[in-house]
C-alpha cells in the first residue's frame, strides 16, 4: 500500500563499536527523529546490559565470578543467555557464548607467518564449552562452573539489539523501517511507495560487486563472510570465524546468507553455518520454520535451503 506524504528518514551512527543506520518511514522529521532517538536509546541500554568490556555490566559480573559463584542478573539477560544455549544445543556447540573464553592465538591482521601448534590450539579452548553454563530458572542466576571462563555476546549483540529497537519502534506506532547493524537487517512494513525493502548481498569472491538483490518484508537478513578476514597456509584459507569446539578456522565456505524472523537468530546461525560446514548447515536451516539460508563457498559454488528463490542481477 501506498502511503501519500510518507517518506524515509535515516541517521547513521556508531553504537556497540559498529555502524547502525536507521531509517523510519514518517510523515515528519521532527516526529521520525523522536522516534530514531528512542531506537538509539534502546541500543545503548542493551550494550549497557550486554557488554564485557564495561565492567559495571551484569555481563562482567557473571565473568568475574565465574568459579566462584552465580550471579542474579535482569530477566532479560537471562532469557538472552536461555537463548543463546538453545542454539548452542541445535547446532551441536557450532554456536557459543563462552567463545570468549578463548585465547586468541588466531591473527587476521596479516602478521601470522605459520600456524599455531596442535597444543596451543587445543588449550586455547579449554575453558569453552556451552554445558558449563549453569542456569537457575527459579533464581534467575547465571553460574560458569570453570575459573577463567568468560560469555560474551559479539555473535549476537548487535542483532539483539536491532530486535529490540525494532520491537520498541512498532510499539510506538511507526509503521515501516530498516535497522541497518554493520550488514545486520532487520526490516516491517513497506518502502513509502509500497514496494518492500531490500536487501543487496554482496559478491563474496568480488566484494565490490552485488551478487543478488532479495527482498524482504518483516523480518531479518545477516550475512556473515570471510572475504575481509582470514589467512592462507599451504594454499587453505582460514576464516576469521572460529570453531569454539576445535580451536580451529573454519574453511570452505566463504559467504553465509541467513534470513529469520528475528536478527538475534539470523545473527547466530549464520556464525553457526560456518562452523558446521555446507551440508549439516543446510540440514540443520531446513528444521528451523521460517529460517532460510544461502551459501557460497570458496570455489563461488551456490547452495540454498528449501523455499529460497534468488533472482540474480
Not at 531509517?23 to 532517538?37: M, P, R, Y
Not at 513497506?190 to 548481498?201: D, L, R, S
Amino acid at each position: 500500500m501506498i502511503c501519500s506524504g510518507q517518506q524515509s528518514y535515516t541517521r547513521s551512527l556508531k553504537l556497540m563499536g559498529s555502524r547502525f543506520d536507521i531509517t523510519l518511514v514518517g510523515e515528519d522529521s521532527i516526529a521520525a527523529n523522536k522516534q530514531i532517538d528512542l531506537a538509539i536509546g534502546e541500543i545503548i541500554r542493551i550494550e549497557k546490559l550486554i557488554s564485557s568490556w564495561d565492567a559495571n555490566s551484569q555481563t562482567s559480573e557473571i565473568n568475574r565470578n565465574a568459579g566462584i559463584k552465580a550471579v542474579k542478573v535482569a530477566p532479560e539477560l537471562f532469557l538472552l543467555v536461555q537463548n543463546a544455549l538453545g542454539i548452542s544445543q541445535l547446532t551441536d556447540g557450532a554456536f557459543d557464548i563462552s567463545y570468549a573464553s578463548m585465547d586468541n592465538i588466531w591473527r587476521f591482521d596479516g602478521s601470522m607467518t605459520r600456524m599455531p601448534s596442535e597444543k596451543d590450539i587445543s588449550a586455547s579452548v579449554a575453558k569453552v564449552g556451552y554445558e558449563n553454563i549453569v542456569l537457575d530458572k527459579v533464581e534467575h542466576t547465571i553460574f560458569l562452573k570453570l575459573k577463567g571462563m568468560k560469555i560474551g555476546f559479539g555473535a549476537i549483540g548487535k542483532g539483539y539489539a536491532a530486535d529490540k529497537a525494532k520491537a520498541l519502534l512498532i510499539k510506538n506506532g511507526v509503521s515501516a523501517g530498516i535497522i541497518n547493524a554493520s550488514g545486520d537487517m532487520n526490516t516491517w512494513g513497506t518502502q513509502p511507495n509500497g514496494t518492500e525493502w531490500k536487501v543487496a548481498i554482496t559478491n563474496p569472491l568480488n566484494k565490490n560487486k552485488v551478487f543478488a538483490i532479495l527482498p524482504i518484508t518483516n523480518g531479518a537478513v545477516v550475512t556473515s563472510g570471510n572475504y575481509e578476514k582470514y589467512v592462507v597456509f599451504g594454499d587453505k584459507r582460514y576464516s576469521h570465524i572460529i570453531d569454539p569446539r576445535t580451536g580451529y578456522p573454519s574453511s570452505g565456505i566463504i559467504s553465509v546468507t541467513v534470513f529469520a524472523p528475528k536478527a538475534e537468530l539470523a545473527d547466530a546461525l549464520a556464525t553457526s553455518v560456518f562452523v558446521m560446514g555446507i551440508e549439516t548447515g543446510l540440514d540443520r536451516i531446513n528444521q528451523l520454520p521460517n529460517v532460510a539460508c544461502i551459501i557460497i563457498d570458496d570455489k563461488g559454488n551456490i547452495s540454498k535451503s528449501k523455499h529460497i528463490v534468488i533472482d540474480k542481477i
